[in-house]
């Protein structure tokens, strides 16, 4: 990089030692002094910090990681650095990160807070992840589908509508539904409690119309 001369809009980095006049190509450290401006410093983004072992990603084209780097790798398809837990264990969506996210609308990729993979593949700042899920939310904002494993509330959900009957003008109706787990259009039987996916099991679901006569359906 060639050295900065003084002049209108050209930014002169300087080290500490200002009354030496001591001017530099932009690095870690000065030329002259030998003056070490910050514990990291990336020649691409030219980004000085303190070291927490944070690396630069090419293909993501920041510094986009707070690391060690041999924690996480780059998802092609998603073009995010993800943590290596989630290699061949995740849904990809291609440029997920270049999303905003889906609560705060701010933007995912360039964000110093870290991103929370959904089941479903699509992102969410891991803070606003944590403050939806605190208030008993446990959908996807987008898809709607299931972000978290709710076979045992669906299990506790099966016992209560069993030991809840409801008023005889009801016990024969059914209602169709769309599940936002598996995406099946079904028929189930109504119950104020909840709606049964009758393929996965998921009360996960969408009411499509009112309750009809079990008869009339057949």
Not at 62 to 84: E, M, Q, W
């Amino acid at each position: 990089m060639a050295e900065a001369e003084p002049g209108p809009g050209v930014p002169l980095l300087t080290c500490p030692h200002y009354s030496r006049s001591c001017r530099l190509k932009v690095k870690k450290t000065c030329e002259n002094c030998k003056t070490v401006f910050g514990e990291y410093y990336c020649d691409t983004c030219h980004l000085f910090d303190v070291d927490k072992k944070q690396y630069h990603c090419p293909p993501c084209g920041i510094c986009s990681r707070i690391g060690p780097k041999d924690d996480f790798f780059h998802c092609v398809k998603c073009n995010l650095c993800l943590a290596t837990h989630l290699r061949g264990n995740h849904k990809c969506v291609e440029n997920v990160s270049r999303q905003n996210c889906p609560v705060c609308m701010e933007d995912i990729h360039t964000s110093r807070i870290g991103a929370h993979v959904l089941t479903c593949g699509h992102l969410l700042h891991k803070t606003c992840y944590e403050m939806l899920f605190n208030k008993g939310a446990y959908r996807c904002p987008l898809c709607m589908q299931s972000a978290v494993d709710m076979t045992k509330y669906w299990e506790e959900l099966d016992l209560e509508i069993a030991q809840t009957a409801m008023p005889s003008d009801y016990q024969n109706m059914v209602v169709k539904i769309m599940c936002n787990d598996c995406q099946l259009h079904s028929t189930t039987p109504f119950h104020v409690l909840g709606l049964k996916c009758t393929g996965c099991g998921s009360y996960n679901t969408a009411q499509d119309g009112g309750p009809i006569s079990a008869q009339g359906e057949q």
